[in-house]
């Protein structure tokens, strides 16, 4: 079983950063891909970001791309999303995810994807 922990989530102006972090324990997720998801207030849960098991290899949703980064370090069971150029439509719980089956891609299907973290806030005001 894989638990997963975010942090780094917060409040923040428009046009500033932020960087969450997901936190593996239980197994070693070096062999899955991973993903960031996010749900607005009233909305439905979108993909944000994915990337392979190696990290050669990264999947962005449209609304992201050119301001957000995902990125991992395997040696220390950790998923990343740096956040840049914030905005207020970024508002939202973030959540971290690892994938069903080992030695897996990107993904944006939510489907594929067997465990979640609990989400870390964050809240971009304008």
């Known amino acids: 079983q894989v638990q997963l922990v975010e942090t780094g989530g917060g409040l923040v102006q428009a046009g500033g950063s932020l960087r969450l972090s997901c936190a593996a324990s239980?197994?070693?997720?070096?062999?899955?891909?991973m993903g960031w998801f996010r749900q607005a207030p009233g909305k439905e849960r979108e993909f944000v970001a994915a990337i392979d098991r190696t990290g050669g290899s990264t999947y962005y949703a449209d609304s992201v791309k050119g301001r957000f980064t995902i990125s991992r370090d395997n040696a220390k069971n950790t998923l990343y999303l740096q956040m840049n150029s914030l905005k207020s439509d970024d508002t939202a719980v973030y959540y971290c995810a690892a994938r069903r089956s080992p030695y897996s891609g990107a993904s944006s299907s939510a489907d594929l994807y067997a465990y979640w973290g609990q989400g870390s806030q964050v809240t971009v005001s304008s």
């Open positions: 239980g197994r070693t997720v070096s062999s899955y891909g």
